[in-house]
């Protein structure tokens, strides 16, 4: 998990990234419970400006690569950049404001789930199963620190569900905010896999909802 803590600017309200805000992508040093602990502690700026904190999970410290940082610029947020396989969760959190004349106050930051969770319920199929994918999965994005919008690029990869069972498959992460995603199931003994569409009845899949789908 990594933290940013960003000042207010001498506008009241108005909270401005900078190259170098007060903290910088920084891991807690641990965690009591729902509590997150820093070392040295942490002390809100002189003069009663207010701050807030902005989080993300899975932390990265790298520049390039799968998984890396954009560092903040001058009135500019960070971004998360990721590429997916199915076993990611992805998450963003931010605080309200919160100033030095409330000292000691703790400062909520609300996480959430970016990803949707996908199971696959496969005990009609039973051990002629062969294989099974969900095809065509943008795999990879960036997401905003400040906001937890995601935007995923162009590129797209088939993700292989492993068989947990004979009833169901262990459940993949994938992006959120799609009407429909297209399932292919192989069976032993036949050349041609069979193809399943899968819809949620809310329109479309739901950031941090787990789909239990049966084929």
Do not use: C
């Not at 003069?47 to 520049?63: D, L, M, Q």
């Amino acid at each position: 998990m990594g933290i940013y803590e960003v000042a207010e600017s001498g506008t009241s309200g108005t909270f401005p990234w900078t190259t170098s805000p007060l903290l910088n992508n920084v891991a807690p040093a641990g965690i009591s419970g729902n509590e997150l602990t820093f070392s040295p502690p942490l002390y809100y700026p002189a003069g009663g400006h207010k701050v807030i904190f902005y989080g993300y999970y899975p932390r990265t410290t790298a520049t390039n690569g799968t998984s890396y940082i954009t560092p903040p610029g001058n009135g500019t947020a960070p971004t998360f950049n990721f590429t997916l396989t199915g076993q990611e969760d992805i998450m963003h959190g931010a605080s309200v404001a919160g100033g030095s004349y409330s000292p000691g106050t703790a400062i909520p930051i609300t996480f959430k789930h970016k990803l949707t969770q996908i199971q696959l319920n496969v005990s009609a199929l039973g051990t002629l199963l062969s294989s099974i994918k969900i095809l065509n999965v943008r795999n990879t994005g960036s997401m905003n620190l400040e906001t937890g919008a995601v935007t995923y690029g162009n590129n797209t990869v088939d993700i292989t569900l492993d068989k947990a069972g004979l009833t169901t498959t262990a459940p993949v992460m994938v992006p959120a905010d799609v009407p429909v995603y297209l399932v292919e199931v192989a069976f032993m003994g036949q050349l041609l896999p069979r193809k399943y569409l899968i819809r949620p009845t809310s329109g479309k899949f739901l950031e941090g909802v787990i789909y239990t789908v049966t084929l």
